[in-house]
């Protein structure tokens, strides 16, 4: 019996060990190798890395205006933030990032229905995980007081192991093999090629926006504020939408509101994105704004 209670103290110290080695390990990839995501790569961003603008939201902002083309019209440097699925959570979390570095000129953060969510993105977040030691990371997650965030924190890898195939081993061989995020190349912008499919050219998109302010933006509005970073909203093009945003008006400064701009299917490839086409277009009217503010 106590050779037994021995060995398995033994297999459990060994666990335990491998374990916290291997979250070191990982953690410093993401720190210090390829960025692997848009997270990975504001965190290796320093205050040397100036932008006149740095552009931040879901894929709404991902897929839909291209820095290179704002550059060529403006001469201003700007970089894509936008990430899949980001909620006001995400996005708070990048500006935050950004203000303590004091690197960025002007914030734009592309809003919409994703105001009704205070919570964090089921998505995006996790590639915030990696991160959750630095206190400005772990005080908005442990705000959502969910016990989970609680154990990926303190529990040795085990938020890789949870999120194997979004922050796990694939992630940490192409890092470490110096495969970063290939978006980079294109300041952040990935184009959508494809055109809308007819049949859903024929759909309208439905939205009701909560008339009450997301905590999540007033924190961001509280630190653009405290922090003399100006930030310009905006909703990017919405084909076929119904509903209506100028309720933003009420809660935003300096929001502009694009979402019926475009009627022609040609220049979406689905509901919610701009293809290429459309990018082009959009990207030259956020250059617009962005050359009069």
């Given amino acids: 019996m106590k050779k037994l209670l021995l060995k398995t103290l033994f297999y459990l110290l060994v666990i335990a060990i491998t374990a916290f080695v291997f979250e070191k390990l990982f953690t410093y990839t993401h720190y210090h190798n390829a960025p692997r995501s848009s997270e990975d790569w504001v965190m290796s961003l320093d205050s040397t890395d100036t932008f006149d603008y740095v552009l931040l939201g879901s894929s709404r902002v991902l897929n839909n205006i291209d820095p290179k083309i704002i550059e060529e019209k403006t001469g201003k440097k700007g970089i894509n933030l936008g990430v899949y699925g980001g909620q006001a959570f995400d996005i708070k979390l990048f500006a935050e990032r950004l203000i303590n570095l004091k690197n960025t000129a002007h914030l734009y953060i592309q809003v919409d229905d994703s105001w009704n969510n205070d919570r964090e993105g089921k998505t995006s977040s996790f590639n915030w995980l990696p991160f959750i030691e630095e206190d400005f990371v772990w005080e908005q997650f442990n705000a959502l007081e969910n016990e989970q965030y609680w154990y990926y924190k303190h529990i040795p890898f085990y938020k890789y192991a949870?999120?194997?195939?979004?922050?796990?081993?694939?992630?940490?061989?192409?890092?470490?093999?110096?495969?970063?995020?290939?978006?980079?190349?294109?300041?952040?912008?990935?184009s959508l090629e494809e055109e809308i499919p007819s049949e859903e050219a024929s759909k309208t998109y439905p939205f009701k926006l909560k008339d009450t302010m997301n905590l999540q933006i007033n924190h961001i509005l509280r630190m653009c504020t405290e922090n003399n970073v100006p930030v310009t909203f905006f909703t990017a093009p919405i084909?076929?939408?119904?509903?209506?945003?100028?309720?933003?008006?009420?809660?935003?400064?300096?929001?502009?509101?694009?979402?019926?701009?475009?009627?022609?299917?040609?220049?979406?490839?689905?509901?919610?994105?701009?293809?290429?086409?459309?990018?082009?277009?959009?990207?030259e009217k956020i250059a617009d704004i962005i050359n009069q503010q």
């Avoid at 999120?163 to 294109?186: P, V, W």
């Fill in 239 to 283: 084909f076929n939408a119904e509903g209506d945003h100028s309720i933003l008006n009420k809660y935003l400064p300096n929001y502009h509101d694009f979402t019926n701009t475009y009627s022609n299917p040609d220049y979406f490839k689905d509901r919610r994105h701009l293809n290429a086409t459309g990018a082009f277009h959009f990207s």
């Fill in 162 to 190: 949870s999120f194997d195939s979004e922050i796990g081993i694939r992630d940490f061989i192409k890092g470490i093999t110096n495969q970063k995020l290939k978006s980079i190349a294109d300041s952040g912008f990935i």
